[in-house]
């Protein structure tokens, strides 16, 4: 069953610091492993996107991971802001055509606190 | 990067009576429009999947008959939600995928309804 999970569920960070969020996937075929980061009340914005030999991308303060083999991949946010309180999901895309199919992870909340 | 606008943003209706959401791809095409619903505290759930000029896919549990989508361009595709009850209130995001780039898929900011 193709399937994304998240950890942690929530997280309450002081201003400033860095984080780290986990995506753990039994997806396949595996096509593209993405993070978005979604602002209460509005449509997800996308961060990150990669594809199975790309070990790792950056985006300013996000950097993601991805390991194929152990299907895990992390977003880390370094020196977070109060606006990075969002949620931010996780989703893994099956297959190798425009009918690929898309799962969402649950999404973790990140909060901010000055 | 793409832009995809939703509108309205928010709306207010009473129970029995239809809603019309519209969903853009505002400077590219759209071959594939993506309805997404979530409630508080959830993540995104897929609805049904649009392809320009065909019939809609829905996902299992989807009614078809009460979550009516059109995707009669490239650029627009439109859910209506008929008959509306307040359990359908929710926040409703489309996405469109652009043409040639399958990998790629770019969210509206949302509409949120509430059926009173």
């Known amino acids: 069953k193709n399937q994304v999970e998240q950890s942690p569920q929530s997280l309450i960070i002081l201003e400033g610091k860095n984080c780290t969020l986990q995506?753990?996937?039994?997806?396949?075929?595996?096509?593209?492993l993405r993070w978005y980061k979604q602002d209460t009340g509005r449509g997800p914005v996308s961060l990150t996107i990669m594809t199975f030999s790309e070990n790792t991308k950056s985006n300013g303060r996000y950097t993601a991971t991805l390991d194929a083999d152990t299907k895990q991949s992390s977003l880390h946010i370094t020196a977070s802001q109060l606006s990075d309180s969002a949620s931010y999901i996780c989703?893994?895309?099956?297959?190798?055509?425009?009918?690929?199919?898309?799962?969402f992870g649950p999404g973790t909340s990140l909060s901010v606190i000055p | 990067g793409a832009v995809v606008s939703q509108h309205p943003s928010r709306v207010i209706c009473k129970s029995g009576t239809s809603v019309k959401i519209e969903c853009r791809s505002l400077?590219?095409?759209?071959?594939?429009m993506f309805w997404y619903r979530q409630f508080p505290k959830q993540s995104l759930m897929l609805m049904a999947t649009s392809n320009e000029g065909s019939k809609a896919t829905y996902e299992q549990g989807v009614e078809k008959d009460k979550f009516l989508i059109n995707h009669a361009s490239l650029t627009l595709s439109t859910l209506t939600v008929t008959s509306a009850h307040p359990e359908d209130s929710s926040f409703y995001i489309c996405s469109a995928r652009e043409r040639g780039a399958w990998e790629t898929q770019y969210f509206g900011p949302g509409t949120r309804l509430l059926v009173l």
């Open positions: 400077d590219f095409q759209a071959t594939t």
């Open positions: 995506c753990n996937y039994t997806v396949s075929p595996f096509s593209n």
């Open positions: 989703v893994v895309s099956a297959g190798k055509t425009s009918y690929d199919k898309v799962i």
